[in-house]
């Protein structure tokens, strides 16, 4: 896993084989940045990084200054591979929490400046996210949601719903509240 920006950037962390995450390319996520860097302050903003896999997504926020970092992972196995990244980078901004992403949700009270999912591709109740998040309200007036998906869902017909971007195989959708 590579960090593409900020105060990081270019620091490599080893990922062991036995996750099983399916990490965000370098490609989309560098796609991804270049479109937020013109949407977000990073140092004013709050963010949430939900099915974290790796962290890629949570240490690129950091990277680029998010002050706050919220970071869940349901697998042991992927909560300790963040923990002890976290470590390495001294990354105090980061608050990873260990749990089921849609019980999260549902207990939720928090607000952020944005907040990025990115659920397993086969993951059958990944159409619901978008709209438990729009529902509870859980991004700040002015903040941003981008969804990571596949080709075979779509979220135009959501509200806040803004744009679709495409990397590769990599599905980007974007709702701005």
Not at 51 to 57: K, L, Q
């Amino acid at each position: 896993m590579r960090i593409v920006g900020g105060k990081y950037k270019s620091r490599r962390i080893q990922v062991p084989a036995n996750l099983k995450a399916r990490p965000t390319t370098n490609f989309a996520k560098e796609g991804l940045f270049n479109v937020l860097n013109n949407l977000l302050d990073w140092e004013e903003t709050t963010a949430l990084d939900l099915f974290s896999g790796t962290g890629s997504i949570a240490f690129e926020l950091i990277s680029r200054g998010c002050s706050y970092v919220m970071s869940v992972e349901q697998n042991q196995n992927h909560f300790n591979f963040i923990c002890l990244a976290q470590e390495k980078l001294g990354a105090k901004e980061l608050f990873p929490v260990k749990t089921d992403v849609f019980k999260f949700l549902q207990s939720l009270k928090e607000r952020f400046d944005f907040i990025f999912a990115d659920p397993p591709y086969d993951l059958p109740e990944a159409e619901k996210i978008p709209g438990i998040i729009i529902d509870k309200q859980l991004v700040k007036e002015g903040g941003f949601f981008v969804m990571e998906h596949s080709k075979n869902h779509h979220f135009s017909h959501l509200p806040h719903f803004k744009e679709e971007r495409k990397y590769g195989s990599v599905h980007f959708s974007f709702f701005k509240f």
